[in-house]
């Protein structure tokens, strides 16, 4: 088992060692961030269960198994939570003030499920900035296997949606990461120390769930220079990114072949969407499928 103890000695060498390096951030920065999303799902699940009892759930026409496995859901990242600010210690972040769409027990679990999902993309793509450590790199993997469980189950056992994407999930920077989750975050202790993300204005297309094939308008307030030359819609599927132009009148066609969940940022370039060319956060797509899907192709 991952001893908090060694998490915190390797905290304590990297402060003595000073700032991060050029080609990311540090290890403190990535393990406050990771407490950042915690905090958030935390709160979300206490808030939620707080306002909808078992029998709101019942009458939304779930069983009662549901709302259970949700309370031990929220155990879990409750214990997250402890974990992290434990080995933080004083340079743990406070939680913040939250924002949750919760007026039903449905928007509750359609929540839960992007919530769950953004989380283990976020795991994923931090996990290159702890790779010269074993130790918090097997705490990450750790958490995100049970990030990535709980939302296949909301998916598949309470949506009745696929339980997975595809071969590989996508993995998300934490400015990625932290654009789709901005939206439910009012206000942070000024206490707080900066996270390692870049703030993008937010994108929303026209349609949450889009055919293949058919034209969305893709909108977003730029932010800075005005974007001169051509646009593109990236989308994220798995280790692919398809890129698709942007027209001037906000319009893009929608890549064949998308699966389940899959983010899209409006980007400059047709390079993998990073700080550097990304103009707006990310938006999560759906394309569902049944089990007669070929998911490999």
């Not at 499920?113 to 450590?133: D, P, R």
């Not at 058919?214 to 001169?228: I, L």
Request: hydrophobic share 40%.
């Amino acid at each position: 088992m991952f001893a908090k103890a060694a998490l915190l000695a390797f905290i304590a060498a990297s402060t003595v060692l000073g700032a991060p390096t050029p080609s990311g951030p540090s290890d403190v920065d990535v393990l406050n961030f990771a407490l950042t999303l915690e905090h958030l799902e935390n709160t979300f699940y206490a808030q939620g269960l707080s306002k909808f009892s078992p029998h709101d759930f019942e009458k939304a026409g779930y069983p009662p198994w549901v709302r259970a496995r949700f309370v031990q859901i929220f155990d879990h990242e409750a214990e997250h939570v402890k974990f992290l600010t434990g080995a933080l210690g004083d340079k743990a972040v406070q939680a913040c003030e939250y924002n949750f769409p919760l007026d039903s027990p449905s928007s509750f679990v359609g929540t839960s499920m992007v919530l769950e999902t953004v989380g283990a993309s976020a795991y994923l793509g931090a996990a290159k900035y702890l790779g010269g450590n074993a130790d918090y790199l097997t705490a990450a993997g750790s958490i995100l296997s049970v990030e990535a469980r709980q939302a296949s189950w909301v998916a598949s056992s309470v949506m009745k949606l696929q339980p997975w994407n595809g071969p590989f999930d996508i993995p998300l920077t934490p400015s990625g990461a932290y654009s789709l989750a901005v939206p439910f975050i009012k206000s942070c202790p000024s206490t707080n120390a900066p996270l390692p993300v870049k703030s993008f204005p937010a994108l929303k297309l026209s349609s949450s769930s889009p055919a293949h094939g058919a034209q969305v308008v893709a909108t977003y307030s730029p932010s800075g220079q005005t974007q001169s030359g051509q646009e593109y819609v990236a989308w994220l599927d798995g280790l692919q990114v398809v890129y698709t132009p942007l027209g001037k009148d906000g319009k893009t066609n929608v890549p064949d072949g998308l699966m389940g969940t899959v983010y899209a940022a409006v980007v400059s370039s047709q390079e993998t969407p990073s700080d550097s060319n990304m103009l707006s956060g990310f938006a999560a797509v759906q394309f569902p499928f049944n089990s007669q899907a070929k998911t490999n192709a």
